[in-house]
C-alpha cells in the first residue's frame, strides 16, 4: 500500500467514500453527489497549498481503497489538528486503515508542524476506535461532535507526536 495526495481525478473515489449510506452511516449520512466536485476541488487546493494532508490509500496494483487526511480548523476556542479515514468496504477489516493511519502519523512526526493531533470517531464505531487504541492515542472522554451540521457523539482521541 501507498499514500499519494488526492487530485481531481478522484471524484470516484470520493462518491464511493461520501455518497454511499453505508460508510457514511457514522458520520450523519451520505453527501450529495452534487457537492462532491466542489469538495474535492476545494481538497485539492488545500494539498497544492499545503494547509492539509488529504491523501488517497492506494493498493499494490494502484487501485484507490480509501483516504487519511490531517488538517487544521477551529473548534474548541483555538485551531487544532484533526486526523479522519476512510477504507472502502472490499478493503476493511484487512489492516489498511490502521497502515494508513500509521504512515501519515509518521510523516507528521518527521514534518513536526501539527502539534497535538485530534480523532473523533463516532462511540459506536468499533474499528476506528480500535485504530485510534493501537496508534497510541490516547482517549479524552466522549463529546458531542459538529460534523458538517450533524451533531455526532464521538470519542475524542489526542496524540501528542
Not at 472502502?88 to 497502515?99: E, H, M, N, S, Y
Amino acid at each position: 500500500m501507498r499514500l499519494r495526495d488526492v487530485s481531481l481525478d478522484d471524484l470516484g473515489l470520493y462518491e464511493r467514500l461520501l455518497c454511499d449510506p453505508g460508510m457514511m452511516a457514522e458520520l450523519g449520512g451520505p453527501m450529495a453527489r452534487g457537492d462532491l466536485p466542489d469538495k474535492l476541488a476545494g481538497d485539492v487546493a488545500a494539498v497544492e497549498a499545503d494547509t492539509s494532508w488529504i491523501c488517497v490509500a492506494e493498493s499494490e496494483q494502484a487501485e484507490a481503497i480509501g483516504h487519511v487526511c490531517i488538517w487544521t480548523h477551529d473548534g474548541l476556542g483555538e485551531p487544532f489538528s484533526e486526523i479522519g479515514w476512510m477504507v472502502l468496504p472490499g478493503f476493511q477489516g484487512r489492516g489498511v486503515g490502521k497502515r494508513a493511519v500509521a504512515m501519515l502519523l509518521e510523516r507528521a512526526r518527521r514534518d513536526g508542524r501539527w502539534g497535538t493531533i485530534h480523532a473523533y470517531p463516532a462511540v459506536t464505531n468499533a474499528p476506528s476506535n480500535g485504530i485510534c487504541r493501537a496508534s497510541g492515542f490516547a482517549l479524552a472522554g466522549a463529546v458531542d461532535f459538529d460534523y458538517h451540521g450533524h451533531i455526532l457523539r464521538c470519542h475524542h482521541w489526542r496524540l501528542d507526536p
